[in-house]
């Protein structure tokens, strides 16, 4: 057991010393290219808030580095953390492995309010963000109400609920695309719904930073709780574990996070849905495990998706969301083939 604990912080801090890399590389590629010790000398420099490395550098380059490219990578990780984690939790919650925020619905609504704020209301920023929000949360709430409706809770109705309440506001969305008459705000409201980091900016980076932090934090207190929980609700409650309890947390991360990164970013999919199923792969369903290790593996296979979008169409950015589904299909087949592969215990 101590040796297998060894292995996972090992694993832990390899994948850490693999993001930091993977970061670096984000960062120096693009029209301009960059050498590394110039990005951290930018970095460090504006970080500090003082000129602690001599500037041998032009201020496009500063402004690029630290305006740019930085914003757009620590947004890419933060999404692609905060993702896998919405995934574990669904698939904890519904104790269905294909569980996710878009089979739930939520991702749906939040996408509704953000289309509508694109082709209504102007498309600054803030609508976006504010009715991607506001309509992530309001559809959260009304599927775990019809879900809990009549006291009689059950995952099975809850991802059905989802799915159908899904399936309304795609087509709601679908409809205002198909009437509205701005050609150019239909093209950028396509563009958002496959998801885009080429927005990010450092505003969006603190409250996306503490919500997951946070997150992480409460869900790593109750790992007990979510191992126990995706054995089935009877046995968790002959166990000790207030179910009801354990739901509204989760509920509550879930529709924070979901919130915050799709009004930030998009829609971006399939992280939520492959991310906890490769991790598990590795390591085993304990949760004490499967959080930090999803957590870290999120960010970097967003930004390593990122990466290879810039690289392949480098005249045009393409919608990240189409590659990680791209990307994350094959690993998600792969990893079924596994025949050790096993949702949810230890």
Not at 22 to 49: A, D, H, P, R
Not at 86 to 104: D, E, H, R, V, W
Not at 152 to 179: H, R
Not at 283 to 296: M, T
Request: glycine share 10%.
């Amino acid at each position: 057991m101590e040796r297998i604990l060894k292995n996972y912080k090992l694993l832990f801090l390899v994948l850490l010393i693999l993001l930091f890399i993977v970061m670096t590389f984000s960062i120096t590629l693009g029209s301009v290219s960059l050498k590394s010790e110039q990005v951290w000398k930018i970095v460090i420099n504006n970080m500090m808030k003082k000129e602690i490395f001599l500037k041998d550098w032009k201020s496009n380059i500063e402004i690029i580095v630290w305006k740019l490219r930085v914003p757009r990578v620590i947004t890419g990780v933060l999404a692609g953390a905060s993702l896998s984690l919405i995934g574990i939790l669904m698939q904890c919650l519904t104790k269905n492995p294909l569980a996710s925020p878009y089979i739930l619905g939520i991702s749906a609504g939040a996408s509704t309010g953000a289309v509508g704020a694109i082709l209504f209301l102007g498309g600054s920023l803030l609508f976006i963000s504010g009715g991607a929000f506001l309509m992530g949360t309001f559809t959260s709430i009304l599927v775990f109400y019809l879900a809990g409706r009549n006291g009689e809770f059950s995952s099975t109705k809850l991802v059905l609920i989802g799915v159908a309440i899904s399936s309304l506001f795609s087509g709601i969305t679908t409809l205002m695309i198909t009437l509205a008459p701005q050609g150019q705000k239909i093209q950028g409201a396509l563009f958002w719904l496959a998801g885009s980091l080429a927005g990010s900016n450092w505003s969006y980076i603190p409250l996306m930073t503490i919500s997951l932090i946070l997150s992480v934090l409460v869900c790593f207190y109750y790992y007990k709780e979510l191992n126990i929980l995706t054995t089935g609700d009877e046995i968790a409650s002959t166990m000790g574990v207030d179910i009801e309890k354990l739901r509204v947390i989760i509920v509550i991360i879930s529709t924070l996070l979901t919130g915050i990164v799709v009004s930030n970013t998009g829609v971006i999919g399939f992280i939520g849905l492959v991310i906890p199923h490769i991790t598990r792969g590795i390591v085993g369903g304990n949760h004490k495990k499967v959080i930090p290790i999803a957590v870290v593996l999120g960010g970097i296979f967003l930004l390593l998706t990122d990466i290879f979008t810039r690289v392949l169409f480098k005249s045009q950015e393409i919608p990240i969301g189409v590659i990680t589904s791209i990307m994350g299909a094959p690993f998600f087949l792969q990893m079924l083939k596994n025949k050790n592969y096993k949702f949810g215990g230890k």
